[in-house]
């Protein structure tokens, strides 16, 4: 591992653009990590199902509704999100 390392900041230090678009990489991959852990702390699965209609709602092309897991939910009970 601390061969990779050395040769990654050798890279960052010669191509400045490579290690901000790995640090702006990181800073979404952590955002992203931090919501959905607020998300499955705090909101109830009805919440979190409108935020997945609102972010991905071509999602039940690809997925059936019944894999859609939603605590306390059936999925035949669901309402589509306006």
């Known amino acids: 591992m601390g061969y990779f390392k050395k040769d990654l900041t050798g890279l ?11 640090r702006i990489i990181y800073e979404n991959y952590y955002i992203r990590l ?3 852990y ?3 702390q705090f ?8 935020d ?8 039940l092309e690809r997925v059936p509704l019944g894999y859609i897991f939603l605590p306390g ?3 035949g009970n669901i309402e589509p999100h306006p």
């Open 34 to 36: 931090e919501e959905r």
């Open 52 to 59: 997945l209609m609102e972010r991905s709602p071509h999602i």
């Open 12 to 22: 960052f230090d010669q191509y400045h653009e490579l290690e901000r678009l790995v």
């Open 38 to 40: 607020v998300n499955a």
């Open 73 to 75: 939910h059936d999925p």
């Open 43 to 50: 909101k109830t699965a009805a919440e979190l199902y409108n």
